[in-house]
């Protein structure tokens, strides 16, 4: 069964001095994010891998990566926007529909600069081999928290084990859970959805709205999150949630790198 994965890779971080955060050597034998994650999505099952970059990534990875990894093709679609009217792209709902012409089968989609667990893909590309809902993963809030700051979460609200609700909760430390009516139990997404072609489709309707609806902000972005969850409320989707045990690791501050490569020589 074909099954593609695809990367979101857009983004150069201005806090890692401009660089490509996913291109980070954080494995024990000087591995890059996006390599180490690859390594841990492909015994799932993946036959095509995606990048979705912009002019600015698409070098970097395009001269990393060539056009395969261990086997598996790399296509790569460009996330374009008018830079004349905009200073930004416009998010990740656009991000996905930048690569639609390739979304012919089943899908993972994710953060680039993540690290999700070996598990958490098995998981997702199991429950795609099987049922024509869509799937994500939940994270338990308090593993997923910073060290140093705040982070913006996208809490799930659920009934069994399908999604109600996704509420993207801003500014959330551990010292202020209780005010936020939230526990370190609460599931939340980290940007890990298993998705279908005709979901694909209907985000891609959704961008288009968007877009025209906010043809004056040059700001303004178009979250993936924020669509599924509306396409949940509409009752056009199915979206079933399973908690996995996996830890999750990101890079957001460049101390982060260290620590992070510290947990994952703990695991190994």
């Known amino acids: 069964m074909e099954l593609a994965i695809v990367y979101l890779l857009g983004g150069l971080s201005s806090r890692f001095g401009g660089k490509a955060k996913a291109l980070t050597q954080i494995g024990q034998n000087n591995e890059t994010l996006i390599e180490y994650s690859m390594n841990q999505a492909i015994p799932a099952g993946f036959t095509k891998i995606i990048f979705v970059v912009s002019k600015k990534t698409y070098p970097l990875f395009r001269e990393k990566f060539q056009d395969t990894y261990k086997g598996l093709p790399i296509i790569y679609t460009l996330q374009e926007f008018d830079e004349t009217k905009r200073e930004r792209p416009w998010g990740t709902a656009d991000a996905l529909t930048s690569a639609i012409k390739y979304l012919t089968c089943p899908f993972v989609i994710c953060n680039g600069d993540d690290i999700y667990g070996k598990e958490s893909f098995k998981i997702l590309t199991d429950h795609l081999k099987e049922k024509n809902t869509d799937v994500t993963i939940g994270y338990k809030l308090g593993k997923v928290l910073a060290e140093n700051g705040s982070v913006n979460r996208g809490i799930f609200q659920i009934e ?43 985000i891609e309707e959704k961008v288009e709205n968007f877009k025209q609806l906010n043809k004056n902000d040059s700001k303004i972005e178009c ?29 957001t501050h460049p101390e982060d790198e260290l620590i992070v490569k510290n947990k994952l020589k703990e695991l190994e």
């Open 160 to 202: 069994g084990n399908k999604v109600l609700n996704i509420k993207e909760t801003l500014g959330i430390i551990k010292k202020n859970l209780k005010e936020l009516n939230l526990t370190e139990e609460n599931l939340c997404s980290m940007n890990l959805f298993g998705l279908h072609p005709a979901t694909a489709t209907m």
């Open 223 to 251: 979250y993936l999150p924020t669509e599924l969850n509306s396409l949940i409320k509409e009752k056009k989707i199915i979206m079933e949630l399973y908690p996995t045990i996996n830890q999750w690791f990101g890079l």
